[in-house]
């Protein structure tokens, strides 16, 4: 349950999802994520950081950690069902 904690803090999962393609630094991953404010942005890195989904790159720039790169994995069942729920959904007539 420790990841869901993680990755449901507002944000966090925002942040993994803006560095699936690659380094972004600070400023870009701010403006990726709606502008939030930089001690937001900062408190949410550190927690990744200290939970080893990200990396900070020698030239300052944020990247996705192999554990990190894991996270869109785990989360294709969840897609799946997504797909599926919303499929179902929009048979019923939901949509």
Same mark, same amino acid.
């Given at each position: 349950m420790a990841a869901l904690d993680l990755? +449901?803090?507002r944000w966090n999962l925002r942040i993994v999802w803006e560095l699936q393609h690659g380094?972004?630094?600070?400023r870009a991953l701010r403006q990726r994520c709606d502008d939030m404010s930089s001690s937001v942005l900062r408190q949410r890195l550190t927690e990744l950081l200290d939970a080893r989904l990200v990396a900070q790159q020698p030239d300052a #720039?944020? #990247?996705l950690t192999d554990l990190g790169r894991g996270v869109f994995q785990a989360l294709r069942p969840l897609a799946r069902w997504s797909d599926a729920w #919303?499929?179902?959904l929009s048979e019923? +007539?939901?949509?």
């Open positions: 990755l +449901g803090r380094p972004i630094g600070f #720039a944020y #990247a #919303a499929s179902a019923d +007539g939901r949509d």
